[in-house]
């Protein structure tokens, strides 16, 4: 179901409230991962605002630069020596363990050697030295192996990075020795809180530093979809047992065992984006430079960022090696600074996602302009709450892809709103949103009319046009139901039984006497029913010859004036149709008084008015004749008229609406429809000058806007004072609707449309046409201001405005 207030087309059915609330909710909590993007987008932008330096007793010691290996260093063992010397509480190699050195081929080689040197056998000369090279280099490797695992075991506090391999999870590669200390550190770290579902199988490490070493951890991030690090397991599920990151072993060595704060860590950086820790040369360590700086914190040994390539991006380096990632777990778990993501926070951001639902149904009662103001502020509140958690308390919420939803709900649900109701307009039997026929007030009434009017011919239109005036018969409102009627009959004069229900309505009415002559018309006939030729009759003193126009309020005819044998238009106005006998009198006086004041208007772009009077209760205007179309035939896509041409036009007509301003005569009606215009000869002229007033007093009688809402400005609908201003908002209008087609504003009630004309600013021209310069936005923003003083003070100055606009617009420009 279906109705209309003033509000606009909206579902008023609680089932499809709640269904689209549903549908909503459901799309958006269900499809979280399908934005899983965006969250991560918007995560890695909260790093970036919030990173700052750690605080926590971090130090990293880098090599010198030609070192990549750290495990072949020279002077590793003393550097931990040195490191351990000056009071460091845990020192964490940054570089995996390295293999084990095969010693059971050492003596084969030296006996190869002798072999060689005695027997001389070998082609190739350079085979001593090169299997001499490989004794030497298994020999240093052992000896430095030996030299770094005496060194660890001495310090007493160092833990053991490892690495994970290729291997298929549950292929155990480790050594006997890594993997009893594996299993020692398993126990310890037993609680199942603690084991994250990461799995790997760990690469083969050196026994003798396993046993040397004080713990073991694994050093292996996780890498998201997108090959961005944001998280370091706590716990790493291995075939010989659980085995903690080394941050939380290195942390469990100096203190109780702690309780992960979750897998997310966050990330911190230095005033220059350095890495967010104190960072200390091997040089100075050795030298004992750096003594103080290493006392009571945890050091971590790397080579140097530069030149390296095991580096990953994370949210806020595109190049972060093993070191910063260590560093950043530990001061984590040392400042109690991870970034916790509770297994509740699903609920609350599904219980956000049906609040949010419910508001952006509810924003349907709102006009769009609003809609979207609730959801910008709403996004705007989402994600800064989102930041707020993240930075200062440590917590994350995915509400992104709500305040996504947000904005985007918004937008889809006023579309389905729109379609609801195009969809029910198109149903027969459906309820009519635009013409209120429903609807039992007759303002209400008064109101579909005005709305319907306007609306292209069409059987839909026609049949809730006769609905409304059956309305109205049953409210035993005669001159209102005739009224619809007429322009039912004006439109298509043989549509079902109008013609029968006039001639009925007229002898309701008791409006239709009999005429005074056989050859004059009835005009309360002639002017209502158009199904009978005006051939042959009389109207005054001129001769009626055929219809060339209908309008709201009555016919326009081709006649002759049989004194001076000149063709004329002749506009009949029903006045005794129109206003009661109290008020019949000041309308006819009023109705010549205004005629009169037309009358003496004489321009080149002014239709000229010959004669007023009335004829039997009827009223009409002997104009000039003019060839031609109105300007409303190409208000329409595909027959809209280049923009030069346009411009052109409207400055005529902004000349001629001087000209009646300076006569002190206000047109009030200025549309495409009273612009008339001879393309052949490019001529135009404006017309109808006289009658708006007409049609004001007539509006207040009436209830019923028979003008044209979308050329109204927003003094006239607020019935305050015209003026000459008044004139060159319409046209300004008029000007907007050549260009694009349509009327600035535009809307599915007069209410709402009366609302935009008030409030609201016009899209500019040049988001819908690129082909217009942009001096037409100029020219249109001035014309269609609010507040009349804002715009031109003239026509002449907007006529003057119009053509050097024109003049920047080439010819064939269309």
């Known amino acids: 179901m279906l109705s209309q207030d003033s509000q606009g087309v909206r579902p008023t059915g609680v089932a499809a409230q709640v269904g689209l609330c549903a549908v909503l909710s459901l799309f958006f909590a269900l499809g979280g991962e399908r934005f899983v993007g965006i969250e991560r987008s918007f995560y890695d932008l909260c790093q970036r605002l919030s990173a700052t330096a750690s605080a926590a007793p971090v130090v990293i010691v880098s090599t010198d630069k030609g070192a990549h290996d750290l495990w072949s260093l020279s002077e590793l063992d003393e550097l931990i020596s040195t490191i351990r010397a000056a009071g460091a509480k845990v020192i964490i190699p940054a570089s995996p363990a390295p293999p084990p050195v095969a010693t059971v081929d050492v003596a084969r080689l030296k006996s190869l050697i002798r072999i060689e040197q005695h027997g001389g056998t070998l082609q190739n000369r350079a085979e001593p030295g090169l299997l001499q090279r490989q004794l030497e280099d298994a020999e240093q490797r052992i000896s430095q192996q030996q030299r770094v695992s005496a060194a660890v075991r001495a310090a007493g506090n160092v833990v053991l990075g490892l690495a994970t391999t290729e291997s298929r999870p549950g292929s155990d590669t480790t050594s006997n020795a890594c993997a009893k200390r594996i299993s020692g550190v398993s126990e310890r770290f037993a609680d199942p809180d603690n084991s994250r579902a990461a799995t790997a199988a760990l690469a083969p490490a050196s026994a003798a530093l396993c046993e040397a070493a004080a713990a ?6 996780l890498t998201d979809h997108d090959r961005i690090v944001r998280r370091v397991a706590p716990m790493l599920m291995t075939p010989p047992g659980a085995v903690p990151s080394a941050a939380l072993a290195a942390v469990a060595l100096d203190a109780d065992i702690p309780k992960p704060g979750g897998d997310l860590v966050r990330f911190y950086r230095s005033a220059g984006n350095g890495p967010g820790f104190a960072v200390v040369s091997a040089a100075d360590v050795l030298s004992g430079q750096a003594a ?3 006392r009571g914190r945890y050091v971590i040994i790397a080579p140097p960022e530069a030149g390296r390539t095991d580096g990953v991006r994370t949210p806020i380096s595109g190049h972060s090696g093993a070191a910063v990632l ?9 400042s109690d600074d991870h970034i916790a993501r509770p297994g509740w926070s699903r609920l609350v951001e599904i219980g956000l996602a049906l609040l949010l639902a419910v508001s952006v149904v509810l924003s349907g009662r709102l006009n769009l302009q609003a809609s979207a103001a609730l959801a910008v502020s709403s996004m705007a509140v989402l994600l800064a709450t ?5 930075a200062v308390v440590g917590l994350w919420l995915q509400l992104a892809g709500l305040a996504l939803f947000c904005l985007t709900g918004v937008a889809l649900f006023h579309f389905i709103l729109q379609l609801w109701g195009r969809f029910s307009r198109e149903t027969p039997n459906g309820a009519d949103t635009r013409g209120g026929v429903a609807a039992g007030h007759v303002e209400e009434l008064d109101l579909g009319f005005s709305v319907l009017r306007q609306q292209p011919t069409t059987e839909r239109t026609k049949q809730q046009l006769y609905e409304l005036a059956m309305e109205h018969g049953k409210k035993r409102d005669y001159a209102r139901a005739e009224r619809v009627f007429r322009h039912i009959a004006a439109r298509d004069p043989g549509y079902r039984d109008v013609a029968e229900k006039l001639e009925k309505l007229s002898g309701a009415r008791g409006v239709a006497p009999a005429p005074s002559r056989p050859d004059r018309a009835a005009p309360a006939l002639a002017a209502a029913a158009a199904t009978v030729s005006p051939a042959g009759r009389t109207l005054g003193r001129y001769e009626l010859e055929r219809v060339i126009g209908r309008g709201a309020m009555g016919t326009v005819y081709l006649g002759r004036d049989p004194t001076i044998n000149r063709r004329v238009a002749i506009k009949t106005l029903p006045l005794a149709e129109e206003f009661v006998e109290n008020d019949l009198a000041t309308a006819r006086s009023h ?49 809209l008229l280049p923009p030069k041409v346009v411009f052109e ?19 009030r009606d200025v549309k495409p429809a009273n612009l008339m215009y001879d393309i052949a000869n490019d001529r135009l002229k404006l017309t109808d000058f006289g009658i708006a007033r007409l049609t004001d007093a007539s509006r207040t009688r009436t209830g019923i806007i028979l003008g044209t809402p979308s050329y109204m400005s927003p003094e006239q609908l607020s019935a305050s004072k015209v003026s000459g201003q008044t004139d060159i908002y319409s046209l300004g209008v ?21 609302d935009k004309i008030v409030h609201h600013k016009h899209r500019p021209i040049s988001d ?47």
């Open 734 to 754: 008029t000007m907007y609707h050549l260009l694009t087609g349509a009327p600035p504003f535009q809307a599915d009630s007069i209410p709402r449309l009366m």
């Open 649 to 667: 036009l409207m400055a005529r007509a902004a000349e001629a609406l001087h000209y009646a301003h300076s006569q002190n005569v206000v047109h």
């Open 386 to 390: 989102e930041y707020f958690l993240f």
């Open 591 to 639: 109705f010549l008084r205004e005629a009169e004041s037309a009358g003496r208007l004489s321009h080149q772009y002014i239709i000229s008015i010959y004669d007023a009077g009335e004829d039997d209760r009827m009223a009409y205007l002997a104009m000039e004749y003019f060839e031609g179309k109105p300007l409303s035939h190409y208000a329409q896509l595909g027959r």
């Open 216 to 221: 073991v951890g694994h050093i292996t991030p």
């Open 326 to 334: 260590i560093a950043t777990d530990l001061a984590n778990y040392l």
């Open 292 to 294: 103080a700086a290493l």
């Open 768 to 814: 819908i046409r690129d082909d217009v310069p942009s001096c037409a936005d100029v020219i249109l923003a001035r014309a269609l201001a609010k507040n009349p003083e804002d715009r031109y003070e003239s026509g002449n100055a907007m006529a003057l405005a119009l053509r050097e606009c024109c003049s920047t617009v080439t010819a064939d420009t269309v």
